[in-house]
């Protein structure tokens, strides 16, 4: 959902930046709508507002399962990128305990309606 908006839509620039993490990572969802190890929820959810092209892109991430904590579902072993508008103060803990805080890069298209434009270039200097 972007400001001034009642309904839900897909934030400017979605679509490169799902088109840029699929070619140069590999994006998992970590929402609740997939906690379960099943991207289905977050696809059907998407797909009210979504054209056929994002869904494409889209249906690429991979589902992972977690249970209270997203970073239970984060491979600190790896290098990552998490890029969520309000990680909880407990995983924010868990990232700083890893020292992997610089992995999580905020966004909110609801504040910001063209936030991910920035995000993608942070993806590009990275």
Known sequence: RTQGTIDPVIAPDA??????????????WLTTHCSEGSAEPAL????KYADEKFMNLARQ????????????????????????????????????SHDAIHAWIYTNTFKEPNDLRRVIEMLGER
């Open 61 to 96: 991430i991979k589902p992972v399962i977690w249970d209270k904590l997203k970073t239970d579902a984060t491979d600190f072993t790896e290098p990552f990128v998490w890029v969520d508008d309000s990680p909880t103060e407990a995983d924010l803990d868990v990232l700083r």
């Open 15 to 28: 679509h490169e930046l799902l088109e840029l993490c699929l070619k140069n990572y590999t994006p998992y």
């Open 44 to 47: 059907q959810w998407l797909g």
